[in-house]
Structure formats: structure tokens, C-alpha cells
């Protein structure tokens, strides 16, 4: 049983940064991957990136390669998507989720994941 709980959303002018974390609890396996999702009204889930435990896997969406950075600290246990040049398109409730069979890919649909947070809402607005 694992536990997620995402935190550092906001409102940011386009332009800014905001930095999400992941915080995770319980027990894992020793390789699975942690990915963020990002939701908008009215549109499906869609992957934007993630990370795999030994940080062997890392990948992003097109649309945010160059702007957002995923990174984890394994000593806190905590994954963290930097999100850099923020657009209005960024907009939406960003999700992470735990893969615990480790074979997620950045296309992989949500209903892979065994896990997730409860979200927490980007707004990228003037």
C-alpha cells in the first residue's frame, strides 16, 4: 500500500516556474516508477513525465521537453517536477501516480498506474 500526496501548486504569471513535489509512503518494490500526470477541464489525463526509482528511466511529454524537469530525492522519498517558462496550456490539476510493475512509458494510459495523489492545481494565468 503506497501513499502520494502532491503539494507546490498555484497561480503563476506565464513565464514563471512552480516546483511540484511527490511525497510517497509505504512499501516498494526495488524498481517502479513514479509519473506526473496533469489534467485539464474538459480534456483527458495526459502524461507529462516520470521517473524510475534507480533514475535509470526518465521521460517527458513533448510538450513540456526543455521546460520541466523531474528529479527525486530518495533519502526523503519525494519526486519533484520543476516546471520552468509556464504556459497557459500548463494550466490543470497535476497528478502523481505510482507504476509499481515498472513498465510505464510516457504514452502508458493512467489506468496502469496502481497509485495516486490527490492532485494539486496549476493556474497559469495573467
Known amino acids: 500500500q503506497l501513499q502520494l500526496v502532491e503539494s507546490g501548486g498555484g497561480l503563476v504569471q506565464p513565464g514563471g516556474s512552480l516546483r511540484l513535489s511527490c511525497a510517497v509512503s509505504g512499501i516498494t518494490p526495488d524498481y517502479y516508477i513514479i509519473g506526473w500526470f496533469r489534467q485539464a477541464p474538459g480534456k483527458e489525463r495526459e502524461g507529462v513525465s516520470y521517473i524510475s526509482s534507480s533514475d535509470v528511466s526518465i521521460n517527458y511529454a513533448d510538450s513540456v521537453k526543455g521546460r520541466f524537469t523531474i528529479s527525486r530525492d530518495n533519502a526523503k522519498n519525494i519526486v519533484y517536477l520543476q516546471m520552468n517558462s509556464l504556459k497557459p496550456e500548463d494550466t490543470g490539476v497535476y497528478y502523481c501516480?505510482?507504476?509499481?510493475?515498472?513498465?510505464?512509458?510516457?504514452?502508458?494510459?493512467?489506468?496502469?498506474?496502481?497509485?495516486w495523489g490527490q492532485g494539486t492545481q496549476v493556474t497559469v494565468s495573467s
Open positions: 501516480a505510482a507504476d509499481l510493475s515498472g513498465i510505464a512509458t510516457i504514452t502508458s494510459p493512467p489506468g496502469l498506474y496502481d497509485y
